[in-house]
């Protein structure tokens, strides 16, 4: 499939911008009632969430300074991205247990 090929992206800025420029233009927030999109102010749930793709970056001079782009489209046609940091202590929990969520029930769909 075509949204899956192999991009070479070397930093988290030129992802950010090739996805950007593939129509995922919202920047999502993590809250604890879901998923917001700051554009409409609209929570969305796990349920109403999927996950395109993700990129990971390491930061070169501090191992604790990981980042991972979650590309996201929603049930009614939103697309844009999750920015998370991982390993280190700029960790946001409301962003891995969201995504959490997501995987698992895109788990629960496959396996039926």
Known sequence: MEKFKKLHMT???SCMNSLQADGYTENFIAQEKGLEAPSTKKIYSPEQVKIDNFYRFEGESDPADNSIVYAVATNDGLKGMLVD?????YNNSKVSNFITEVESIAKKEHSN
């Open 85 to 89: 940091s991982y390993g280190g202590p």
């Open 11 to 13: 930093t988290m800025t």
